[in-house]
């Protein structure tokens, strides 16, 4: 996942967070309205329905984190893991390079004809 995923994602759990929140306080005023005795005239199958519905809604919205969170440590493992074996390239590409030199420079003082580089890829 790239980074603008994860935005993406966050941001859209936010908004889902802020619009439970809404109607949560929806809720809660037409439920110490009906409590007082005033009639607010909605059904409490709605009310009920609203309540299963933001249960259910911030479950999703948990497992959603918790799946995020787990995504973006496996990324940054990853990203730490490519750049350990970038440095390790790397090192090996000088050992080799220097291992071809000392090749070459023993061939020379042997007598031997050293081989290149092109010499060897074209056989």
């Known amino acids: 996942m790239t980074p603008e995923m994860y935005k993406a994602y966050e941001e ?12 949560t306080k929806q809720i809660n005023n037409i439920e ?9 005239g909605v059904d409490p199958s709605v009310v009920k329905a609203l309540e299963k519905m933001k249960d259910v809604v911030i479950k999703g919205l ?3 984190k918790k799946s995020m969170i787990k995504a973006q440590q496996h990324s ?8 350990a074996l970038k440095i ?18 023993s ?6 004809k050293p081989k290149s580089l092109t010499e060897e890829k074209s056989s």
């Open 12 to 23: 859209r759990a936010q908004f889902a967070e802020q619009q439970i929140k809404l109607l």
């Open 32 to 40: 110490r309205r009906s409590q007082s005795g005033v009639s607010v």
């Open 62 to 64: 948990l497992a959603l």
């Open 76 to 83: 940054k493992k990853l990203e730490e893991e490519n750049e």
């Open 88 to 105: 390790q390239n790397e090192k090996l590409h000088y050992r080799v390079k220097h291992l071809k030199k000392a090749l070459d420079a």
């Open 107 to 112: 061939d020379e003082s042997s007598g031997k």
